[in-house]
């Protein structure tokens, strides 16, 4: 199994902008999340999907994210407008949920920068 | 909400035992304790997850009390590459929703 995708690995773009921020999960897992990732906050849960509905998008920050899973096997996070302070690594994580702390597979993550 | 809290940072050489541990004073019944560990520029990867007692695999053992209000992760003879940040994760069940609280991590340096 190839594990999750993420892509692209790295963005850079300029404040104002669109990012749409891309995850394919591991085949046959049901959950897939979404978590923001520095050195000031730490690893933060932004939204976690189960059977591709959203369950729990509290740790979204603003109305600026959005989160989407259309099927199984794709998800996407967007943001517009960003700002400077969305820089940060954005993981998204899968896997086969019978409780909230069971296991999740990580992808390589998405570096971005807004400047 | 349940809240975790680890040391910061950690330092140890190779060939030694590394404990590292977590409280977590409210968790739930239901509620299993999972770490993880993180390398630069990768994500979190699982290394063991209990409920009670002990738990060991081909990685770690994971020690947990009676009253479940902590968790150490004990790495057996630790090498270089055992560099990481590990994170120790509890459920919480908040009102309607269960939310996933990550402890900020240990920054683990293995010296030479």
């Known amino acids: 199994d190839a594990g999750v995708i993420q892509s692209p690995r790295h963005e850079v773009t300029e404040m104002g902008q669109e990012v749409t921020l891309r995850c394919k999960p591991i085949?046959?897992?049901?959950?897939l999340f979404w978590y923001r990732q520095t050195m000031m906050r730490g690893l933060e849960l932004l939204i976690y999907f189960n059977n591709n509905v959203p369950i729990d998008d509290s740790g979204m920050p603003e109305d600026r994210f959005s989160a989407k899973m259309p099927n199984a096997s794709f998800s996407t996070l967007k943001i517009q407008p960003s700002e400077p302070r969305d820089s940060a690594v954005y993981f998204c994580?899968?896997?086969?949920?019978?409780?909230?702390?069971?296991?999740?597979?990580f992808g390589p993550g998405t570096r971005l920068t807004v400047l | 909400l349940a809240k975790t809290t680890q040391p910061i940072s950690m330092d140890s050489y190779e060939g030694q035992e590394v404990n590292i541990t977590c409280s977590h004073n409210n968790i739930a019944t239901n509620d299993y304790i999972t770490w993880y560990q993180q390398f630069p520029s990768q994500g979190p990867r699982f290394i063991i997850q209990?409920?009670?007692?002990?738990v060991t695999n081909e990685v770690a053992s994971l020690f947990i009390p009676a009253d479940r209000k902590s968790s150490t992760l004990s790495l057996p003879r630790v090498s270089l590459s055992d560099t990481a940040v590990y994170y120790c994760?509890?459920?919480?069940?908040?009102?309607?929703?269960?939310?996933?609280?990550w402890g900020l991590g240990t920054s683990l340096a293995v010296n030479p």
């Open positions: 994580a899968s896997g086969v949920q019978r409780e909230i702390t069971d296991t999740q597979y």
């Open positions: 994760l509890v459920g919480d069940n908040a009102g309607n929703n269960r939310k996933l609280i």
């Open positions: 209990g409920y009670k007692t002990k």
């Open positions: 085949s046959g897992h049901n959950s």
